[in-house]
């Protein structure tokens, strides 16, 4: 899956209250991109399928799980069991299509957030475009260009989809997430509707999904189960 930057500048943590559907046309490193669709009631219930994925990855009351199918069984994993696994956690195993995340994933501090003066329509919404800079842990620069908008359900869908990005970060206790933008964009009442080449939303609707589509289709499985050749412990 691809890098992605653009996703932690969504990491908000403000609950949505509406929810909608989302389609992100999303290019990187590690693979040549596709569409993934988000799903949201607020930032506690969020729905992901990322493209060319058998699997799809599930936020539901705060806690993160993977749903795949493997010969005609569905199963659900609980991400936080299985963060401590070789390969888990997020950009792991249990976390399909979301590897190759950058360095503003780690963003300690944002050093320039500065409208440029112009602006550009994406999925039919006018923004900004802003010059963003960032430091992340390790002290290094970075910098990159994000089409920004103050519609209700561009920043509601930024609430939604940083609850979910906190959540994948917080199963990996070697993770944690950069909130410097997050808390930067929330100040300033902003969602992204593109940055650089990496992200940029296709189409977007607030109307509400149905409650079915963030139900657990079975019981989670955690460590253990796998390791008893995936069968839910009773």
Known sequence: M????????????????????????????????????????????VRIDPPNQPAYMLLRDGKAYTVMSSGGRTMVMDLASISNMPGGGPGGMGNPGM????????????????????????????????????TDANG???????????????VEMSQAFGGFIEAMATVNSNKSPGDAISEKLAAEGLGVLRFE??????????ETPSAGTFELPAKPMNLQDMMKGMQPSQ
Request: zero cysteines.
């Open 197 to 206: 080449n990496q992200f940029r939303l296709a189409e977007i609707s607030d």
């Open 99 to 134: 590897s190759g995340s950058s360095a503003i994933s780690h963003a300690t501090a944002v050093t320039e957030l500065d409208a440029t003066g112009r602006s550009e329509t994406i999925a039919g919404i006018e923004g900004q475009i802003y010059t963003v800079a960032w």
């Open 2 to 45: 691809p890098r992605f930057s653009a996703i932690v500048l969504l990491s908000l943590s403000t609950a949505a209250s509406a929810g909608g559907t989302a389609k992100v046309e999303v290019t990187g490193d590690n693979a040549a991109g596709g569409t993934m669709t988000m799903r949201w009631q607020d930032a506690d219930n």
């Open 140 to 154: 290094e620069s970075h910098s990159g260009e994000a089409v920004l908008s103050d519609h209700p359900a561009v």
